[in-house]
């Protein structure tokens, strides 16, 4: 894409942004959350995928599971999840208020989807009560501490703080919800409680800072509207964020696990 576009944000539709952005963001986080998934799930397994989004990890843990495992992936809006294979279940679901059957999960999974809810610990305690007395539940949220603790330049830095913030006023999103992961987890019951992180670099223009930067741009617009900060300062950021030359340490990405005691 050509960065000296100014424009360049505006002529994408939301869910366009939104695909790409889900895509992206699959590239960078699902390496690390495989890895993970490599060492606790089994074939045969059946499995939750809490907030699908893209789809990618729910496919891939269908394919772990192989033919004789099943894996249930749910979330409140499914348009972008793909075409499931025959082991793999879409289903419109809210964690925090719709059904889910008790005790038949081996394994219990969301990642970014616990730090956007202001019902986080009913969510937690859904995925819990799902899970097989012996089974594994995984949160996988982020940190943006190393993010914000850097040089960012002006005005992107007060872009990405203005819209974190607008999110947390609205739905109770907490960006820091990674440190507190285990501690989280331990609080639902559940015991063997472990955790990792990984950050990587993000380049300005590349998937490493769109499957952020994606964000800002599909949810700028609104934050216009509401007066948050003018357009020119929106077209700015954005047009920094996309620079070349922009290079900046993402936010931690912190998954943490435990079991549900036998
Ligand atoms: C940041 S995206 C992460 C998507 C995917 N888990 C991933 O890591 O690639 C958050 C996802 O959670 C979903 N979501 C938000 N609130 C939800 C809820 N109450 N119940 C289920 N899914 C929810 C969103 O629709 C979105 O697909």
């Not at 294979?85 to 989807?113: C, K, M, Q, W, Y």
């Amino acid at each position: 894409m050509d960065t000296t576009d100014k424009t360049a944000y505006r002529v994408e539709e939301g869910a366009d942004l939104e695909a790409r952005r889900l895509e992206y963001l699959g590239a960078m986080f699902d390496p690390a959350s495989t890895a993970l998934l490599e060492r606790l799930v089994r074939p045969g397994d059946h499995v939750l995928e809490v907030g699908v989004g893209g789809g990618s990890i729910a496919r891939w843990l269908a394919d772990r599971v192989g033919p004789d495992g099943r894996v249930l992936a749910t979330d409140i809006d499914l348009q972008f999840a793909g075409e499931p294979p025959a082991n793999l279940e879409l289903r419109e679901h809210d964690i925090t208020v719709d059904p889910l059957p008790e005790a038949s999960f081996d394994l219990a999974r969301a990642r970014g989807v616990l730090q956007h809810l202001d019902r986080r610990e009913d969510a937690l305690e859904r995925m819990v009560a799902a899970t097989k007395p012996g089974g594994w539940v995984v949160a996988e949220d982020a940190d943006f501490w190393t993010f914000e603790s850097q040089a960012i330049p002006e005005p992107l830095a007060t872009v990405c703080r203005t819209l974190q913030d607008a999110y947390t006023e609205m739905s109770g999103h907490d960006r820091y919800l990674g440190r507190r992961l285990v501690p989280f987890l331990r609080g639902a019951g559940l015991v063997d409680v472990d955790a990792e992180g990984h950050v990587f670099a993000m380049h300005g223009g590349q998937p490493s800072a769109e499957w952020y930067f994606l964000g800002i741009a599909r949810a700028g617009p609104a934050l216009v509207s509401a007066g948050l900060f003018d357009e020119d300062t929106l077209t700015r950021a954005l047009t920094q964020a996309r620079d070349p030359d922009f290079a900046a340490l993402s936010p931690i990405a912190v998954a943490a696990w435990g079991r549900k005691p036998a």
